[in-house]
């Protein structure tokens, strides 16, 4: 599989589209929405990881559970994709952004918590459907 997020910086948060094709025919197989730290020049635990494309895997940890792998991003390890909903702004249950540093997949953008941030929206179910798509991972390709 091959995917491409193209990205929309804002000042609290990287808004993207993620489309997933198939290799062989090069048919789209699944899109969804992504949200991100802001850029932040590749800062650790704060900024989103730099344009440029990628290895992605899948895997498993008690955290995170079944979850997918950025590899190779520069000055950065463990970036995953995984289902979270609060990205530069606090979630009202933990009073921290749900990220630092990876990229949450969802349907649509909403604001939960009426701070006039957007949330990602249907992001379990979405990341599940994600990983039925692309059950080994893909190459990825992140633009603006």
Known sequence: MIAKICRKYRPEQTEGTLEVFNEDTGELEFTCKTLELPWLDNETGISCIPEGHYDVIPRTSKKYKNHLHILDVPERSYILIHPANFVGSDNPRTGHS??????????????????????????KNTFKHLMDVAPEGFILEVTQ
């Open 98 to 123: 749900d990220l630092r540093g990876c990229i949450a997949v969802g349907s649509k953008f909403g604001d939960l918590n009426s701070d006039g941030i957007p949330e990602i929206l249907n992001s």
